[in-house]
């Protein structure tokens, strides 16, 4: 692994690089804020999807991908003269710092080199100072996060429009749980799923589209809500579904072809068969 130096060498190379991109480069030249963003969402996505294969190697590079965008934005902030770079690293380790009491104290917010406690402060610890637990943190970060000058006012505003709606439904969840709104016993959950399994199931009966669809959200909600409460992550073990349902189709797909039989002509009982021959090779 590399040096501190060798890194801030790496990033100083890296944004001389851009820099010249920026000013000589015709594509470069005429990004904005707008045309970039579809770009960057794809990036995202892309280096999500290393993630979850735990793909080293393109994992690397797909970080890569979006520090080039992160650090483009900032170079059109430092162009507009609104913000640069170094804005962007100081407000992020200001954040950092404000919000983990228990390891910075709050006078260390604004200096060049903070020091982590304890480091001979007079000032008497406070709750927050005592997070002993990951959850202890968390919870303290949803608290501290409402008292910032321009921080979340409420508690679920911090939960982008745009997230897909599955992370989002997570998201909601957790931050609520975060400030005691949540089941006292997880078990307690699989009453509610069954509830909302027969009201979705009622009104499917009747045939009402539009309560349907509420209703069917309403399910969709408190499975995911019962996977959080578990400690599964929904997003992930849907991710796995798709792609093990991928795998097990091409197989069936893969045979068709060797057949040379459309899978449009096959039966579904020849279908359930390949399927199960797929599933049996895993």
């Known amino acids: 692994m ?10 100083g190379r890296f944004l001389d690089v851009l820099d010249t991109l920026r000013e000589k480069c015709p594509w470069d030249k005429k990004q904005t804020n707008q045309s970039l963003r579809t770009n960057t969402i794809e990036e995202v996505f892309e280096l999500s999807d290393a993630l979850m294969k735990d793909d080293t190697l393109n994992i690397c590079k797909e970080l890569g991908d979006v520090f080039l965008h992160i650090c483009f ?4 902030g430092e162009e507009k003269s609104a ?6 690293c100081n407000k992020l380790a200001d954040k950092l710092i404000f919000r983990h009491p228990h390891v910075y104290h709050p006078s260390q917010v604004g200096a060049s080199s903070p020091k982590p406690l304890p480091y001979g402060e007079d000032d008497k610890p406070s709750d927050m100072q005592n997070a002993d637990t990951a959850q202890k943190v968390i919870e303290n970060w949803e608290q501290i996060k409402l008292k910032e000058k321009d921080g979340n006012k409420r508690v679920l505003s911090g939960v982008p429009d745009a997230l897909p709606t599955l992370i989002k439904a997570y998201r909601i969840q957790d931050k609520a749980r975060n400030v005691g709104f949540d089941w006292e016993d997880r078990g307690d959950v699989w009453k509610k799923v069954r509830e909302e399994m027969s009201e979705l199931e009622e009104e499917l009966r009747k ?3 539009e309560k349907s669809k509420k209703e069917l959200g309403d399910f969709l909600f408190s499975v995911i809500n019962a996977a959080r409460l578990y400690k599964i992550n929904p997003d992930d073990a849907l991710e796995l579904t798709n792609q093990k349902f991928i795998r097990r189709f091409n197989y069936i797909e893969d045979h068709s072809i060797k057949l040379g ?3 449009t002509e096959m039966t579904l009982d ?6 199960d021959e797929a599933k049996s090779n895993e």
């Open 73 to 76: 934005y900032a170079k059109i």
């Open 261 to 263: 039989k459309p899978l």
């Open 2 to 11: 590399h040096t501190r130096e060798e890194k801030l060498e790496a990033f």
């Open 207 to 209: 045939g009402d589209k």
């Open 270 to 275: 020849e279908m359930d068969k390949l399927w």
């Open 83 to 88: 913000f640069d770079i170094a804005d962007v």
